[in-house]
T-cell receptor
Framework: SQQGEEDPQALSIQEGENATMNCSYK?????LQWYRQNSGRGLVHLIL?????REKHSGRLRVTLDTSKKSSSLLITASRAADTASYFC?????????????FGQGTTLQVKP | GAVVSQHPSRVICKSGTSVKIECRSL??????MFWYRQFPKKSLMLMAT?????????EQGVEKDKFLINHASLTLSTLTVTSAHPEDSSFYIC????????????FGPGTRLTVL
């Protein structure tokens, strides 16, 4: 199966609640990135976490990385209706810096006002 | 910030025609650009890596003669879908990096191609 599998595939929460999305991957990586995509639009880079980092914060976003389990999670705290979008994790291929990214299947988040 | 544009944003064409999509880095030089394809409610699939001044590297299963990529300058890469068919209908997205060793990719807004 594809590098970068995510769960859940879809998530629906109320405004103000926290949303957690998970991503698993199969091969070694240099870094893992999270992106956001609004329907029919391009991708917006959210956060990059390197393989030697375990946790990273950016505003209401918190990303963790567990290289022993080959997994990462994205936590959005105090969600807002505007956070409604699809979220993708992406990993590089580890060996050699080709810049290629392999995307997960994505989690569709709906935040209800 | 780094801005990447794509043109056109939407295109509808007849089966058998060719369609060219442009990807431009507006405020930086992009030595490497990537082309992705995305089906509805699906993830991005990398099609090819485009390096300025050299031939594109295609991913397995992507027909190079079908999807022609040209990276003529440090700010422009083009993807031409030749002899388009309805199954080529998709959302095509490009991304660009500032240079070798740069981790962050900046994505264009995408081009919606519909082949009738």
């Amino acid at each position: 199966s594809q590098q970068g599998e995510e769960d859940p595939q879809a998530l629906s929460i109320q405004e103000g609640e926290n949303a957690t999305m998970n991503c698993s991957y199969k091969t070694s990586i240099n870094n893992l990135q999270w992106y956001r995509q609004n329907s029919g639009r391009g991708l917006v880079h959210l956060i990059l976490i390197r393989s030697n980092e375990r946790e990273k914060h950016s505003g209401r976003l918190r990303v963790t990385l567990d290289t022993s389990k080959k997994s990462s999670s994205l936590l959005i705290t105090a969600s807002r209706a505007a956070d409604t979008a699809s979220y993708f994790c992406a990993t590089d291929k580890g060996s050699g810096n080709t810049g290629k990214l392999i995307f997960g299947q994505g989690t569709t988040l709906q935040v209800k006002p | 910030g780094a801005v990447v544009s794509q043109h056109p944003s939407r295109v509808i064409c007849k089966s058998g025609t060719s369609v060219k999509i442009e990807c431009r880095s507006l405020d930086f030089q992009a030595t490497t650009m990537f082309w992705y394809r995305q089906f509805p409610k699906k993830s991005l699939m990398l099609m090819a890596t485009s390096n300025e001044g050299s031939k594109a590297t295609y991913e397995q299963g992507v027909e190079k003669d079908k999807f022609l990529i040209n990276h003529a300058s440090l700010t422009l890469s083009t993807l031409t879908v030749t002899s388009a068919h309805p199954e080529d209908s998709s959302f095509y997205i490009c991304s660009a990096t500032r240079g070798v060793g740069s981790d962050e990719q900046f994505f264009g807004p995408g081009t919606r191609l519909t082949v009738l």
